[in-house]
């Protein structure tokens, strides 16, 4: 195991379509790795979520973990390993939110997304699942999700004049439960 180096913005894999995981690959020792890897770099860095791209692998594989907020009566998302996932919106409304990114380090920015979405694809073990996420933990699913397809949150965003370096964001317009990047 090993905590890895994240790409920055500006570095092409970033930008690449991620390849599919062979299936039958994904018990093997280099799949296996590649999600410990991901989910030591996460922690290692406060991160609720990281792809496959931003440790230089152009997979399509991503790890998620939102911690619980009991205050908020909010459960939170176990650590989540998703590979070859697929991604289908079930709440088209939408919000729009800060996001973060560990690739394109000490910026925030708001974006509007649907506020539910549905995950499929398979687990570390090989086995398919779904699952359902909603509100902030739809957030960081779309997040990585678009990793996969070489895209960032600021190309996500509508209207730029919300993009805030960190130490201006903590300064003018941090809230507890919205300092999340992934
Ligand atoms: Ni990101």
Redesign the pocket.
């Known amino acids: 195991m090993a905590i890895r180096k994240v790409a920055r913005l500006g570095h092409p894999v970033l930008r690449q379509v991620a390849q599919p995981i062979p299936v039958n690959e994904i018990t093997m020792d280099p799949v296996q790795r590649l999600i410990r890897d991901l989910t030591e770099t996460m922690v290692e860095y406060d991160g609720v979520?990281l792809?496959a791209p931003?440790i230089f692998e152009p997979l399509r594989a991503f790890v998620m973990y939102v911690p619980p907020d009991p205050d908020a009566g909010f459960p939170g998302v176990p650590l989540t390993a998703w590979i070859n996932p697929r991604l289908t919106i079930r709440e088209g409304n939408t919000s729009l939110g800060w996001e973060g990114?560990?690739?394109i380090p000490d910026l925030r920015g708001k974006v509007e997304r649907p506020l539910a979405v549905e995950i499929s694809g398979l687990g570390p073990d090989g086995a398919e699942r779904t699952v359902r996420y909603e509100g902030f933990p739809a957030v960081v699913a779309q997040?990585?999700f678009d990793?996969l397809d070489g895209v960032?949150?600021l190309d996500r965003m509508k209207d730029m004049s919300t993009l805030t370096y960190l130490r201006e964001y903590e300064r003018y317009w941090h809230t507890i439960d919205e300092d999340e990047?992934?």
């Open positions: 979520g792809a931003q990114c560990l690739s997040h990585e990793h960032v949150f990047e992934g």
